[in-house]
């Protein structure tokens, strides 16, 4: 049962991917959000992503990764979305040696891959802290993205949403954080997602956006834009 419930699972996500044709004046994005998998904040992410009929990409933290969580990852397999690979502990990994560096990938991916069928394909480094040994050593294509400083609390939900606004371009990657307690991003999205979808965006995960854009990652670049090659 446990092969049978990955397979369905991987095959949701292609499906998803199938399901979008790119269009040359077509205009793409991608949210992302790091620092789960939890049962409370992250569900109620899940929760908005469906009112508006999106997906997401969400890059989690080994360590968050537990009986209960891969349950709330599977949720987010099943609406389309895709997990992607935040390191194990979230610790400043430029300052660690080699072989910390590749225990951190390798346990994160291992667990993502145990729940969902699907190796990430993606990294984020925790607080964007990077140098030429992790890229080295990291066979991931990085990604940063553009945020509205929604790690911090004092910045309330208006703040959030006119800062993903005036960031928004074709190709972004939103860099947002769904740990327990951040209700104003959550709050902002309900607004972001309409918003731009007003605008033409069309929202993608992470992989599909590098797919429809016909763009690779060059394994020196962390990227907040992918480039449009089509």
């Not at 397979?7 to 620092?35: G, N, Q």
């Not at 349950?71 to 992607?84: D, F, L, N, T």
């Not at 990938?105 to 480094?125: D, L, N, W």
Request: hydrophobic share 40%; proline share 4%; aromatic share 10%.
């Amino acid at each position: 049962m446990k092969i049978l419930s990955k397979i369905v699972l991987s095959l949701s996500a292609a499906l998803v991917l199938m399901s979008f044709t790119p269009k040359d004046e077509e205009k793409y994005v991608a949210l992302s959000f790091d620092d789960g998998p939890n049962l409370i904040t992250t569900p109620a992410m899940l929760d908005m992503l469906k009112k508006h009929d999106v997906v997401a990409s969400f890059f989690v933290v080994g360590d968050s990764i537990n009986d209960q969580t891969k349950e709330v990852m599977k949720r987010a397999i099943s609406q389309g979305c895709e997990i992607e690979n935040h390191s194990r502990t979230h610790n400043h990994m430029n300052r660690m040696e080699e072989e910390a560096v590749k225990a951190e990938i390798s346990f994160t991916s291992a667990a993502v891959e145990e729940v969902t069928g699907r190796k990430p394909e993606y990294f984020r480094p925790p607080y964007i802290s990077v140098n030429q040994d992790m890229y080295d050593w990291i066979d991931l294509t990085f990604i940063s993205g553009k945020g509205c400083n929604d790690w911090d609390a004092k910045y309330d939900k208006d703040f959030r949403v006119n800062g993903l606004l005036k960031a928004a371009e074709p190709g972004t990657i939103f860099l947002l954080h769904d740990f327990v307690g951040n209700d104003a991003t959550v709050q902002a999205i309900d607004e972001v997602i309409p918003a731009l979808k007003a605008q033409g965006y069309t929202f993608v995960t992470v992989s599909q956006l590098f797919k429809l854009l016909k763009s690779e990652g060059d394994g020196q670049t962390i990227y907040s834009v992918v480039p449009d090659n089509r």
